[in-house]
């Protein structure tokens, strides 16, 4: 791939995956707890084309990132980059596969609704379905959540092994005084500190807030090193 595709790809990519992200959180709800299923399941019905347009961005601007940060390979020498780009790599399958896995709750919150209304009428068929709804759409959320964790994590360490590849090195991005790699291990600590410490010290909700941080300036980072590369092909 040539500066120009890598560039695009790099940035662009991740630019949609965050449009969809950020689609995905004001369907659910940037208030709602990860473990308020009745919330989630009734949020899902209610957007389920939303939910369906933002995995379809997350999938595609994923996947369209890692073709252009695969195609970076060989930009700082040694080791560190390899793990560091194997590691999102990792990251990236996860994620896809866990906003898969949200999809499903469109479908059972369509059918919590429909149950919920029932048992709101009296019928007792429909008041045992909800509790039986709420229990898998628990599950799925907390697989959901949990290889979300995993996969910050993964993405923290590639970004601290790329980071700490980079430092010391004259790769540049499109604001040339603003460090590429001092940026990235910056980016990768934010995401192994949300998981290995505020998850555990406060709560996973206040976690993926600081996720959201760690997400943001790899979107920056990945704009301006792609800005960057797509000028180099002029």
């Known amino acids: 791939m040539d500066s120009k595709g890598t560039g695009i790809t790099l940035g662009l990519g991740l630019l949609v995956a965050f449009i969809g992200y950020i689609l995905w959180q004001i369907t659910i709800g940037f208030n709602t707890a ?22 379809i961005l997350i999938a595609v601007g994923l996947v369209t990132h ?10 700082a020498s040694g080791t560190l980059e390899s793990l560091g780009i194997v590691s999102i790599a990792g990251a990236i399958v996860i ?15 369509e059918k919590f609704v429909g149950a919920s209304a029932g ?25 959901s959540v949990g290889g979300g964790s995993i996969g910050a994590l993964l993405a923290g360490i590639g970004w601290l092994c790329i980071g700490l590849a980079y430092r010391g090195s004259d790769v ?13 291990i910056l980016q990768g600590l934010v995401l192994i500190v949300a998981i290995l410490i505020i998850n555990t010290v406060i709560d996973v909700d206040t976690g993926n807030q600081v996720q959201g941080i760690g997400f943001l300036l790899i979107v920056i980072w990945s704009l301006l090193r792609g800005i960057k ?3 180099e092909s002029d």
């Open 34 to 55: 990860s473990d308020d299923i009745a919330t989630i399941l009734s949020n899902s019905a209610s957007g389920s084309a939303m939910l369906q347009i933002a995995t």
């Open 66 to 75: 890692l073709g252009g940060l695969i195609s970076t390979r060989g930009t």
């Open 95 to 109: 994620w896809v596969a866990s906003s898969g896995l949200g999809l499903s709750l469109v479908e059972m919150g």
């Open 119 to 143: 048992a709101a009428a009296g019928d007792a068929a429909s008041a045992a379905a909800v509790g039986s709804i709420v229990v898998a759409g628990g599950y799925i959320q907390a697989i």
């Open 172 to 184: 540049k991005g499109a604001l040339s005084f603003i460090p590429m790699g001092w940026l990235a």
């Open 229 to 231: 590369l797509m000028g």
